[in-house]
């Protein structure tokens, strides 16, 4: 009775939704009549005069007009290419019993067979439809031509065209069980039942088409100014008409749910209930695993080719954390539903690197800047690379705003030496300031190391150069006059000229990322400056070094063609709006530099103490010290990048045994 209603309700909404489309064209229609009427009288006399002709005349241009206009509207609805979800081809050769397994679930549910399968990296499942012909070639037709239309087996080709294409969340296959992933696809697949009616599919059909012309008119009248006014006119009609949709295609909607949810309940509803407590547990693990895990490496270059199996230890970990999770790892001795693919291993690898090109915008194909990663590398090939690279880039950017390097013991160098920068280059150009320092010949004191960071973020400055905050960037480069290190004599605090020259105002660099865009000031009208006035200089630094180095790294690799049966659909899909779905928004100054903070940390303990580089599952990159987890780091290193207050991180670091005053190796 249930399943009725929902039907009854669906079809009904989508018939005011072609009755919208009816009014339209009725629209479209009425000064054509109208000139036809006129024209008709005065053949016969009816209508005669100089008025009438008049009238003739104007109301048959304007018939004219409006017909050509509708017809134009009409055939650009009608060949729109409507949107498609970015997935996963999986032909029936590559999963012949997931397809046994839907093609069961439809025959216990008496609706029509998905036409066909095919994932998406992300927690959820649905019906598309993929019906225009913009979406790909017809099927094969294997009947006789004197069979008559169609064919002997026309009747299925029909069938199989119109039925909508089953997406499938790529995590569910890896996680759930086979009853499970038969439970939740229940549901689902009963949805081709409604879908089949003609109402209901032509209602679909106009408002995609709709949704489509809206979004081509303004594609096109962005890029050809000339076609600008008639995408214009042309989008205005569609989104009027769209508007008018907008209610009866949402409780269309609503009534094809109801009714495929309400045909449904025969089927394991038992086990739906506890399969519905899995759809939450593994959207929890899925986007916890690419915020923690998946991010850090695609911001490296390298793409993790097993995201779907690391689902499973992300979750199998949670469930050994949280007491909430026990007994879900009991259900891992069943069999999982990745069982049901011919080579799961392949199919992860196209659904992890179509997840890094969604979520982060990365290539369509690997390549050298764009390698994948076994979770086994992980930690060698990613954490360890990336702390490398962040502790190497804070260094750069401390040289280029003239910070001292901290006395090796084992130099030869005077320790009052420094590493001022040339004063003919831009103080924004942190890279071209490292090459310079190497190519003339001024020496460094001291490797890189922890101390100098220490120092430079612990000295607050006083009263004199907060003073000196609006004159530039540079001016948390003056130093105490009672040394960090008792040893060391009192050092001398270098010539304005050797900090760089500014820019000049001809310059064809960005205004907000030059030294007067810089100051605390500046960021502290933003609501971005650390009580640290240091950290705020050094963070603002760090940020545009770690924009340029994104920016010059931009993926331009072409789109390939995918693996036959495996691949992405990027053919329906522009790749301009990349990424679709950004996990996370840009990372703020002051989380840079904790991170980079954080690294030149885990550097010096991987150099002095023997630390080793870890995979967290739900944490991401972590520092192994004996083996042993480290949990405790964050609020330290936020007590010194914050308040400028060191003492709880080098109580930790004394406690360990590292040593900040020794060179660490940088990436």
Sequence with gaps: MGVEVGAQAARARALAVLRIRSRALAVALLPAAAAVILLAGGSTGQFVGPAWDAARWTVSVVALVVLLAAGVIALVVARARPAVS??????????????????????RLDVPVPSAIALTPDCDSWLEDRTHPAHGPPPPRDGDEIAGAGGSNGALHRRATAAPVLVIGSPFLWWMRVGELRAVLAPVVAGTGPSAHPDIAAARRFVRGLDAAVAGCADRGSRYPVLRPFCSGIGWVARLMLRGCQVHAGEMERGVAAAAAERAQAVDYGLRIVAQEQVG????????????????????????????????????????????????????????????????????EAASLLAARLFHGGPAEPGPDWSPVAWEDYPDEVVDRKWRTDAARLHRVLDALGVRRTPDPTSHLGPTSRLDPPSHLDPTSSLDLTSSAHSTGIAHPGGPTLA????????????????????????????????TDPAAPPSVPPPAESLGTPPTADSDSDPALTPEALTPEALDGEGLLPPNPRSAALAARLGVEVGREEAAAAPTAPVGPPTPGQGPDTAFWNDAALPLFPLQPPRTDRELLADHVTAMVCCAAMDTVGATPGLDWLDGPTLMVDGVRVADLAPRI??????????????????????PEKPVRLG
Excluded: K, N
């Design 86 to 107: 970015p997935t996963v081809a999986v032909a029936e050769e590559a999963a012949p019993d997931l397809y046994r397994l839907v093609r069961d679930l439809a025959d």
């Design 281 to 348: 547990l593994a959207y929890a693990g899925w986007d916890r695993l690419l915020t923690r895990v998946a991010l850090p490496a695609w911001r490296m270059g390298r793409w993790p080719s097993r995201l779907d199996a690391g689902v499973v230890a992300a979750l199998t970990e949670l469930s050994r954390r949280d007491r909430l999770a026990e007994g879900f790892a009991s259900r891992l001795g069943e069999r999982p539903a990745c069982d049901l693919l011919e080579e799961p291993g392949a199919v992860d």
């Design 638 to 659: 936020l007590s010194l990048v914050e308040d400028g207050d060191a003492v709880p991180l080098r109580t930790w670091l004394v406690e360990l045994g590292i040593r």
């Design 452 to 483: 100098r960071v220490l120092d430079h973020l612990a000295d607050r400055p006083d009263a004199g150069e907060e003073d000196q905050g609006a004159d530039g960037p540079h001016a948390d480069t003056s130093y105490p006059t009672e040394p």
